[in-house]
């Protein structure tokens, strides 16, 4: 695993921190969940209200170990602080100035271990005149110019996306920035301290559309599925009505013959063979596409077009990649089994190694699972001192 | 893993552990492009091999213009035939001599001109591997063809984008590639960081693009059986109400009142204590969801008596998480994003056309605050093909004789 020996400390929850910490761990670092029931992560209230039966925390925390720790008392803070000592990496996304008011901040924890790597996933950044506001997801998608982008070009209100799009980019990244860091540090021998701004990393992830904007290299505006030079490229109703859509894009003269081939009729026509004749024809070509498609269930399309060399998709719902028979046959859907919850299915990550195992994945824990292993084994205190610690509430 | 991970606290700074940056091959796609871009942010040396255009190859404007100066900032390029058997020798002969191989073929392309993870495991066996491919290396649909729209509608994320009026539609800019690109980053700068460390083997890393969207955003655990599944909306969130894009005098502002009681009540006193939001069933979340009309519609009333600017920073006065809807334009003017420096200038001399001139691209993220060697402008395809060749040891005479062929 290659970031065994990492050691991970997260002041993190909702999404983007936990997915950040995810990665890591799925690269074979330790992570350890400061949590507190004195304050529960939003992501533990499922719609049921029972912290340990949310489905999206046990996935998200996967493999993460959690303590919990009061952050109100002197002492909680005080072990919070020894933690950070013996970790890597910290990692947190409190509002800003939380962490300094905790007396958690870079100059304290920095001073009991230089080589630290602390990581700050602020919103809007630490200082400036709009530094202090509270964003989510949803947020940093507006007023990254996401929203505005994100949308049918026929249509005048942005819509964006009910998504919390921005939470997973952002986790992502800053599990990427991370290892980069740690890269830093083990070639400079110094640790540092990383304001990671949510708003700087959803402009990267437009990074194409930020600099055309930025230096008046083409008009940036919402474009939709379409693109100018190919046709059809586009989404198509099938017959399943508003649950049932497909994709359809061709590239080459030969994938349109392959496609006419399939569609037969009107799509044969000579005038449609060159990609600057489909141009032309653009909606002549979509409707004709899209009465072929409407008489089939997008899979049934799928599987036609793939099966003649044509690049076409299911537009997935829940449902279609849950029984998804590709994500099944590589493992992607991990079904297990949980203390409170049972048999779950859960998706799995984005990267796999063809040598090294897999991670073996553990389900987000139960708040304080691993108090035990993470005050016993790691900070050397007693038995007698845990059950202190615990009756005194500073363990809660 | 023991309690022993992650060390000792420590008093010193440690010698360092790894002396030299990755050397990166970007067998260049859109794809690999992206990763290349994450790689060159965190000072990797990347090289990219492209196809060589026959005659002269008009130069990048508009959208491809963007595009080259986004991703290819920092990066070197050459040109090399793959589609010929000498260009094929060309590349194994130098992918061997990187740290990290970046491709994106269909799967048993690169094994099929014997570059394959064997090949280049043989020739070097600390090179780590990076295939980021629609569908991943195996399975069922490892073989079919998709582009970004194909793999954002696979990955679930584009049946819960868009109006419930118009079909699903598309994030901007190739995301399913970008989320792509960041994992194949991120894992591939871990494993060569194991084999400079502790001299493990290279590894081959196989990366799904609908895999990499399909684990995001709940799509799988909200599925609850039968057609339980989350549908589009428009920008309507699940939990918050309100929760969405809301019209405003002088544009478009979104809201997003969630679970917390204060922030509600903030919220209401923040509209004005409208009559219509007053009295019982607005207590909690669940409640509102049963009110969601009369709160969007009392919502929208208000909002459009007021503009964008009073909306966003009056709201965050008030605590309330309150965004305005920006375009990419007035993002970049807006004073705080300004304050944050996200543009720097990079020198002319790259790819022709305006970047001659010198243009702004984006400072990488997690850079903040260090200081960096100045950027190299994106190159014009094929710019370093000689330098880069006869640096891996390809003689002057090989080099002509390679161009002379059309193979660089």
Not at chain 2, 153 to 174: D, K, N, Q, R, T
């Amino acid at each position: 695993m290659p970031l065994a020996g990492v050691r991970i400390l997260a002041f993190t929850h909702v999404a983007a921190g936990p997915y950040c910490t995810l990665q890591l761990a799925a690269l074979g670092a330790e992570v350890i969940k400061v949590e507190s029931s004195t304050r529960i992560d939003l992501w533990r209230w499922d719609k049921n209200r029972d912290p340990e039966r949310s489905l999206r925390f046990i996935d998200h925390n996967k493999n993460a170990r959690s303590v919990t720790l009061n952050l109100k008392t002197d002492e909680g803070r005080a072990l919070a602080k020894e933690l950070a000592a013996k970790s890597d990496v910290v990692i947190e996304n409190f509002a800003a100035g939380v962490l300094d008011r905790l007396g958690l901040g870079w100059d304290v924890l920095s001073r009991g271990r230089e080589d630290l790597i602390l990581v700050h996933m602020s919103g809007l950044g630490a200082s400036g005149p709009r530094s202090a506001y509270v964003t989510y997801g949803p947020s940093m998608m507006a007023i990254s110019g996401m929203t505005h982008l994100w949308n049918q070009p026929e249509r005048e209100e942005p819509v964006g996306s009910q998504t919390s799009y921005p939470d997973y980019l952002v986790g992502s990244y800053a599990a990427y920035a991370i290892v980069a860091a740690l890269v830093d540090r083990d070639m400079e021998g110094a640790g540092r301290e990383i304001d990671l701004i949510q708003l700087d990393v959803v402009e990267t992830a437009m990074g194409p559309a930020v600099v055309a904007a930025a230096n008046e290299l083409a008009p940036v505006g919402p474009k939709g599925n379409r693109v100018p030079d190919a046709v059809p490229h586009d989404t198509y109703p099938c017959v399943g009505g508003n649950d049932d859509w497909c994709v359809i894009s061709v590239a080459t003269d030969d994938e349109w013959a392959s496609l006419a081939g399939l569609i037969g009729g009107a799509a044969a026509a000579p005038r449609f063979a060159s990609a600057a004749g489909r141009v032309a024809a653009r909606a002549e070509i979509d409707g004709i596409v899209g009465a072929w498609t409407r008489e089939r269930s997008a899979h049934q399309v799928f599987e036609a077009c793939q099966s003649v060399g044509v690049a076409a998709g299911v537009v997935a719902t829940g449902r279609d990649l849950m029984q998804d028979r590709h994500l099944a046959e590589r493992g992607f859907l991990l079904e297990m089994e949980h203390a409170a919850m049972g048999p779950v299915k859960l998706p799995g990550l984005a990267f796999r190694f063809d040598h090294d195992p897999l991670p073996t994945w553990r389900l987000g824990p139960l708040m304080g699972q691993d108090n035990v292993y993470v005050l016993g084994e790691v900070l050397g205190r007693s038995p007698a001192d845990i059950a202190r610690l615990e009756s005194e509430g500073v363990v809660k | 893993m023991t309690a022993q991970a992650g060390g000792g606290a420590s008093g010193t700074t440690r010698p360092p552990a790894i002396t030299s940056r990755p050397r990166v091959l970007e067998i260049s796609s859109p794809i690999t492009a992206a990763a290349g871009r994450f790689l060159a942010d965190a000072g990797a040396e990347v090289v990219k091999v492209e196809a060589p255009t026959p005659g002269v190859a008009a130069p990048a404007v508009g959208e491809a213009l963007a595009l080259r100066l986004y991703r290819d900032t920092d990066k070197r390029s050459i040109t090399i035939d793959l589609a010929s058997a000498a260009g094929r020798a060309v590349l194994r002969r130098l992918a061997p001599n990187f740290d990290i191989v970046l491709e994106s073929g269909e799967p048993g392309w690169l094994a099929s001109i014997d570059a394959g993870w064997d090949a280049l495991h043989a020739a070097n066996p600390g090179l780590t591997l990076a295939s980021i491919t629609p569908f991943g290396q195996w399975g069922p649909y490892s073989h079919y063809k998709a582009d970004d729209l194909v793999v954002f509608a696979m990955g679930g994320m584009m049946f819960v984008s868009g109006v419930p009026e118009l079909p699903p539609v598309i994030a901007p800019c190739e995301q399913g590639f970008v989320a792509g690109g960041i994992h194949a980053a991120m894992a591939a700068l871990a494993c060569w960081r194991a084999t400079r460390l502790r001299g493990s083997p290279g590894e081959w890393i196989d990366v799904s693009l609908v895999e990499a969207l399909a684990a995001q955003e709940n799509t799988i655990t909200n599925f609850k059986g039968g057609s339980d599944f989350t549908r589009r909306e428009g920008s309507q969130h699940r939990n918050g109400n309100p929760g969405r894009v809301f019209r405003c005098k002088d544009g478009y502002v979104h809201l997003l009142i969630q679970h917390d009681e204060q922030v509600w009540a903030r919220f209401v006193a923040w509209l004005g204590n409208p009559p219509e939001l007053q009295g019982e069933g607005f207590e909690t979340l669940l409640a509102r969801r049963s009110k969601a009309d009369i709160i969007t519609e009392t919502t929208a009333r208000i909002l459009l008596t007021r503009t964008r600017e009073e909306i966003f920073d009056g709201g965050q006065e008030a605590h309330l998480p309150i965004a305005a809807v920006f375009s990419i334009t007035e993002a970049l003017a807006d004073p705080q994003v300004v304050h944050m420096n996200v543009l720097e200038r990079v020198p002319g001399g790259g790819a022709a056309g305006p970047a001659e001139a010198g243009y702004r691209t984006l400072r990488p993220p997690f850079q903040r605050g260090r200081s960096l060697p100045a950027r190299r402008p994106a190159p014009t395809p094929g710019q370093d093909t000689e330098a880069v060749l006869a640096e891996l040891g390809l003689g002057a005479d090989e080099i002509a004789q390679l161009r002379r062929d059309g193979v660089v």
